[in-house]
């Protein structure tokens, strides 16, 4: 079992970077792979990215592309999602999620089983 924490949301401008972090308990956080997902006010949760458990390969949703990366580091329990030139429809709340299976479409959500609670992150204009 594993819980995330994530953190590094907040009030930012468009054009601006964030970076986030999901945090993780527990001595078995390399055997999960990890994914972002992100809900918009009146919108559905939506794939965001997501990295394989040694952090060797990432996958990004086509809106992101470019602009996000995600990265771990597997000796702090931790991944970062790293958010450049931001804009005013990346407004949501990030969450980070973990999963365990061995065949993974990354970005379905009932391939996660651990969730972190999310943090807010909005961007003006």
């Known amino acids: 079992q594993v819980q995330l924490v994530e953190s590094g949301g907040g009030l930012v401008q468009a054009g601006d970077s964030l970076r986030l972090s999901c945090a993780a308990s527990?001595?078995?956080?390399?055997?999960?792979?990890i994914g972002w997902f992100r809900q918009a006010p009146g919108k559905e949760r939506e794939f965001v990215g997501a990295i394989t458990r040694s952090g060797g390969s990432t996958y990004s949703a086509d809106s992101v592309k470019g602009r996000f990366t995600i990265s771990r580091d597997n000796a702090k329990n931790t991944v970062y999602l790293q958010m450049n030139s931001l804009k005013p429809e990346d407004t949501a709340v990030y969450y980070c999620a973990a999963g365990g299976n061995y065949y993974v479409n990354y970005a379905r959500e009932l391939d996660y089983g651990y969730w972190g609670q999310g943090t807010q992150v909005t961007v003006s204009s």
């Open positions: 527990g001595r078995t956080f390399s055997t999960y792979y």
